[in-house]
């Protein structure tokens, strides 16, 4: 069965650090989601993506964030400069068309920043 | 903006008790979901309820538009149903569709 995967599974980095978190959905979906979860956190929306635009983003997702789509298949997340407050689980998420509401989830990837 | 509440916030249960997990929403919706999370941290979903009942399994969710709630029932419940149950919300349908979520609710189940 397809499934959205994620890389890294975990990663660490140094306060001010640039990372990047890679995401691959569903082959033949259209629509791409960010989320993440502090620990102890309810699970929040960052971004969605469609048409190689963000549709929506939320208050979380300033200028310091940023997601692209390069080649058709990754979609990626980058945060320029990460803080502290920037260490949750980070999950991609899509979904197949605007009539389809079910968003499939990759497994996540933890981000620790010290 | 759409506020989910989710009761109760813990529950534990003994192997083979009726489980029900309720979540109400503030705001008109398209779509709401059952979404399980297990302690590695990976979502799967289970439903998506526009109206009246699904059944899946041991599962079943319903949802009462006019009031704004849904239940999440668990039948004949395992050990292995152990999880976080999260609901989430649609008001939108097309690329605007971010789910907002609740909290969700820690479900142990006793051998």
């Known amino acids: 069965e397809p499934e959205v995967t994620q890389t890294p599974s975990h990663q660490v980095t140094q306060m001010g650090q640039e990372v990047i978190l890679r995401c691959v959905p569903i082959s033949n979906h259209l ?84 | 903006k759409n506020e989910v509440e989710q009761s109760p916030q813990n529950l534990t249960a003994q192997e083979g008790e009726f489980i029900t997990i309720n979540c109400s929403y503030s705001v008109g919706i398209s779509a709401l979901h059952w979404l399980q999370q297990h302690p590695g941290g990976g979502i799967v979903s289970l439903f998506m309820l526009s109206s009246g009942k699904k059944k899946h399994g041991r599962l079943i969710a319903t949802i009462n538009i006019q009031e704004k709630h849904s239940s999440l029932h668990i039948t004949a419940s395992h050990p292995r149903d152990s999880a976080v149950y999260i609901c989430a919300v649609t008001s939108y349908t097309g690329a605007n569709s971010k789910l907002t979520f609740g909290k969700g609710i820690t479900l142990s189940v006793r051998p």
């Open chain 1, 31 to 114: 629509y791409f989601y960010w989320y993440r979860q502090i620990l102890g956190q309810k699970v929040e929306f960052l971004v969605s993506f469609y048409n190689n635009e963000i549709s929506e983003k939320s208050e979380i997702f300033d200028d310091q964030f940023s997601v692209e789509r390069p080649d058709g298949s990754n979609f990626t997340l980058k945060i320029r400069s990460t803080k502290l407050e920037d260490s949750a689980m980070y999950f991609c998420a899509s979904k197949a068309s605007n009539t389809q509401e079910t968003q499939y989830f990759g497994p996540g990837t933890r981000l620790l920043v010290l």
